[in-house]
Nanobody, 118 residues
């Protein structure tokens, strides 16, 4: 079994910063891509950023230049540094990971709330 535990969400004023963390544990041979998604009330879940095992990254247009995704392979942890936060960044943020253990499966965290006040 694999668990993803997120932390770092909270309430912040517009222009502020938060850093999200997501630690992956359990039966793991390797982790391929790791990503962050978000879901605002009444909206579909959307990709925020993804980082592959080789370190390449992709970002959604609304967060480019403000968010940075990184990973620590030794700790099986992915991070999302969020700067210059805007009220429209308010959402539940979920991490996911493509875990290889005899086969590849995608696992999700439980979500962490990020609220940006204006």
């Amino acid at each position: 079994q694999v668990q993803l535990v997120e932390s770092g969400g909270g309430l912040v004023q517009a222009g502020g910063s938060l850093r999200l963390s997501c630690a992956v544990s359990g039966s793991i041979f390797s982790i391929n891509a790791m990503g962050w998604y978000r879901q605002a009330p009444g909206k579909q879940r959307e990709l925020v950023a993804v980082i592959r095992s080789g370190g390449s990254t992709n970002y959604a247009d609304p967060v480019k230049g403000r968010f940075t995704i990184s990973r620590d392979n030794g700790k099986n942890t992915v991070y999302l540094q969020m700067n210059s936060l805007k009220p429209e960044d308010t959402a539940v943020y979920y991490c996911n990971a493509e875990v290889y253990y005899y086969r590849t499966r995608v696992y999700w965290g439980q979500g962490t709330q990020v609220t940006v006040s204006s």
